[in-house]
């Protein structure tokens, strides 16, 4: 099973200059709590932009100027990772970036959004999805942090 896991601004932001925009402390928890154990992609800057081994997380890159990493796999074929991913009995999460979210978001039958209620100045945003095709469940709604946030799950219909 293929899941996407994001935290967005009211706009979709994600990032700017390679870093996220908020650091928020629940936020960081839940998405250490939901990768753990398991594999995580992301694409070359999402990479470079984390410390070199996540605690029991096993990295998987989709780059092609990347040729090895010594903590996880690297592949520079899409269509060679995404059939890789689907032959899989257990759920992967992709982690970013924007085009890795871009590439991944018709194959995923999970999205696991923490909704920012603020917008920021962004250089890169979550890809714009049909509602419609999903069953939204709030997990958890965070009002004691600044900004207040809600973890959302996605799951396509």
């Keep these: 099973m293929i899941s996407i896991i994001a935290a967005i601004g009211q706009n979709n932001e994600l990032g700017k200059d390679n870093k996220l925009i908020w650091h ?8 250490k709590n939901l990768t753990m154990g398991k594999k995580i ?15 029991n997380r096993e990295y998987i ?5 990347i040729k090895a990493i010594p903590q996880g796999q690297v592949f520079a074929d899409f269509k060679t ?11 992967v999460m992709i982690i970013g970036g924007a085009a890795i979210y871009e590439l991944f978001l018709p194959y995923a039958d999970r999205l ?11 250089d890169t945003y979550f890809p714009v999805f049909v509602l419609d095709r999903y069953t939204r ?5 965070i009002k004691d942090e600044d900004p207040h946030y809600e973890i959302v799950l996605y799951e396509k219909r």
């Design 24 to 31: 928020l402390k629940k936020d960081l928890i839940n998405f």
């Design 41 to 55: 992609v992301m694409g070359a800057n999402t990479y470079y932009s984390l410390p070199p081994k996540l605690e």
């Design 61 to 65: 890159v989709l780059s092609k100027k």
């Design 81 to 91: 990772l995404l059939a890789y991913l689907q032959s899989l009995d257990e759920e």
């Design 112 to 122: 696991y959004l923490t909704e920012i209620a603020a917008h920021s100045a962004a």
């Design 137 to 141: 469940t709030v997990l958890a709604q």
